[in-house]
């Protein structure tokens, strides 16, 4: 039987739009008990607010200078910290000089722009952008530029990393975006020959938050001849996710996860282009409501044809404060059909996360009005003038 109530005036379904303001609210993420409120004014809008890491903020990854983008031997940047949560950004343009292990964390490296080919344990996988590739903690890796105009984002989990189509079937059944994991690519060892692979390697070992090394005698990314077990290291392609809707309109992220912790505490989920409602204004729209949940959110722009200047913002959704929406009137695109160039990341997690030092300074200015041009509104090309208008009301 239902458990859902209703109090006072529910003036339309709550994937509708109409003149007033949505705030979906949520418990344990987007899985528990939920209300959705309707108001007259936008919670996610306050007049002033004593610390800046309580609103929303975001900036231009591009407009960053990792290390390792001119020196090899660099590093990424580091712009998230959270309790077994690293968020950072990578430039570089060179080869490792040395192989790298991470006894911290595991990882998900999103290859946001730019080529390289991927040496592991394992064997090589090449990439190529949209590409993202997990790493599991402990595995040694080296990458190796073909381009220099790279970015990569990496996401850094404490908790081992599932694959969220297998852990959401066995909880509901048929269910999750379908993804067809036929397409998964897997390292290939390649055999080398002796005198290739018996050479001085240093292994830079990222180990109690800081970076240590050992040398080998040869070269762990070469030394492999095969290997059998489980996908532990696999590529997917971001344009190979597809983006679910419904006839009324938003869909919560999660139905877009591809990766997740067993317990939850974190989602890595692909947000493609969703198919446009077919069920007009008030009852359907098109865009997410204002919402409140227990789940810090990262968001990063990975392609947007009508706003390409804002590809490679990131921002960070803190639970401090309701998160913006940006509802509209359904519309059908032009026919014919054709491919649109819009995706987006976004990474839930419990934990809370804090910006850095290094990049505090990089924050947008007057996040209100740039959530809609840089972020919310990436996707329809708004301006500064119709942003205006949404943080007014």
């Known amino acids: 039987m239902p458990s859902n109530v209703r109090r006072g005036r529910i003036p339309r379904a709550p994937q509708g739009v109409d003149e007033l303001v949505d705030e979906l609210y949520t418990i344990t993420g987007f899985f ?5 409120i309707y108001r007259r004014h936008n919670l996610s809008h306050p007049k002033s607010w004593s610390a800046d890491y309580m609103m929303y903020q975001g900036f231009d990854t591009n407009a960053l200078t990792p290390t390792d983008a001119s020196d090899p031997a660099g590093a990424p940047i580091t712009l998230l910290t959270g309790d077994g949560i690293e968020v ?4 570089r ?10 006894q911290d964390f595991h990882q998900i490296r999103f290859y946001h722009r730019g080529e390289f080919v991927v040496e592991t344990e394992l064997g090589r996988i090449e990439t190529k952008p949209g590409d993202f590739l997990v790493i599991p903690m402990g595995i040694i890796f080296r990458e190796t530029p073909k381009t220099t105009e790279n970015c990569v984002a990496i996401y850094e989990v404490a908790q081992p990393i599932t694959f969220a189509m297998d852990e959401l079937w066995d909880t509901v059944g048929f269910t999750s975006h379908f993804v067809d994991e036929s397409g ?3 390292p290939e060892p390649v055999e080398h020959d002796l005198a290739d692979i018996e050479v001085d390697t ?7 938050g800081k970076y240590e090394s050992m040398v080998y005698p ?11 077990g489980d996908p532990i290291v696999c590529k997917l392609n971001v344009w190979d996710i597809p983006g679910l809707g419904s006839s009324h309109g ?9 990766f997740m912790a067993a317990d939850k505490s974190f989602f890595f989920n692909v947000l493609s282009v969703k198919p446009f409602p077919n069920e007009p204004a008030p009852n359907g729209s098109y865009g997410p409501p204002g919402h409140q949940n227990d789940y810090e959110e990262v968001w990063f722009n990975h392609a947007s044809e009508a706003a390409p200047e804002t590809d490679g913002h990131l921002w960070l959704m803190p639970t401090s404060c309701p998160h913006p929406g940006l509802k509209r009137p359904p519309e059908y695109p032009p026919n014919p059909v054709k491919k649109i160039r819009e995706l987006k990341l976004n ?11 290094e990049v505090r300074d990089a924050l947008l200015p007057d996040p209100q009005k740039a959530i809609y041009t840089s972020f919310y509104g990436a996707h329809i090309g708004i301006d500064p003038d119709q942003a205006a208008q949404h943080v007014k009301e």
Do not use: Q
């Open 347 to 357: 990474f839930d997690c419990t934990s809370i996360l804090k910006w850095s030092d």
């Open 93 to 102: 343009k060179e080869a490792m000089p040395f192989a790298e292990r991470n």
């Open 202 to 208: 240093e292994v830079r070992i990222k180990y109690g």
């Open 184 to 186: 998964m690519v897997l």
């Open 250 to 258: 938003f869909l919560p992220p999660p139905t877009g996860a591809v």
């Open 32 to 36: 528990g008990p939920w209300a959705h």
């Open 218 to 228: 040869f070269d762990p990314c070469k030394d492999a001849v095969g290997w059998l």
């Open 88 to 91: 950072s950004i990578s430039h």
